[in-house]
C-alpha cells in the first residue's frame, strides 16, 4: 500500500524562546510533520509590535497557537500581529481545521471566538494538578503553569478542566483551549527564566532551583501524560465530524 501524504501541522511560536518540546515530540510521534513560525524575532522582543502574515490555516492539517509573554488582549504592545491571528484561528476553527492552543495560544483562542480574556487573581506558576471533567482526554496532572492571565470561555464552549484559579482547557467542535504548559521541559523552562522569567519568581518570593529541580525530576512522567492528551485530542476532538 502507497502511504498517503503527511499530515502538517502548524505551530505559531510568538517569540523566540518558545518550543515545541514535549507536544512537538508527541505529534511528530504521530507522523506529523511541524512547521515552526516565528513571529517576533529576537532582536524585537523587548519592542514586539511587529507586522506578521499568517498563512491560510487551510492549507494545514492542524494548527497550534503557542505560549508567549504577551496578554492576549495587549492590543497597544501586539495588536499589529494580534489582530491577524485572532483572524486566522476563527478561520481555522469555523473551516474544521483542528486548533490545539497552548496558554496564550488558548487565551487567543479565547477571544477570537467570542470569548475573552481576563486578569487572573495572581501568577500562577509551577506544576499543578487540575479537576478534570474528562481525564481521558485532559488528565489531572500535574501540568505545568506560568501565567496571570486566564480564558473567558467562548459561548458554546464546553469546560473540560479547571482549578482553584482558573478555567484550564476548554473544548468546541475541533479546537481545544488549553491554559497549562503541557510541552514544557527542562531545556524550555530555562530559557523562560534566562528571558525574564527568573526575575518573576524570584520577585514572588517561590525557589527557582525548586521549580528547575521539579521539572528535571518529572520530566519522564510528563512527557506519557503529554503524548496522552496530545493522542486524545486528535482521535477524539481534531477528528470529529463537522
Known sequence: MTPGPQKRALLVEHDPYTSPGLVGEALEARGYALERRLVVPEERFHSPGVYHDFPDPREWDLV????????????????????PELEMLRTAHATGVPVLGICFGGQALSVALGGGVTRAPGWEIGWTDVVTADPELVPTGPWFQFHQDAMVLPPGALEVAANAHCSQAWTMGRTLALQFHPEVTLDVFDRWLETGGAAVITGLGMDVEAHRQATKDGEDAARLRTKALVDAFLDRVAARPL
Request: glycine fraction near 10%.
Open 64 to 83: 497550534v497557537p503557542m505560549g508567549a509573554p504577551w496578554s492576549a488582549d495587549d492590543h497597544a504592545a501586539i495588536g499589529s500581529w494580534l489582530v
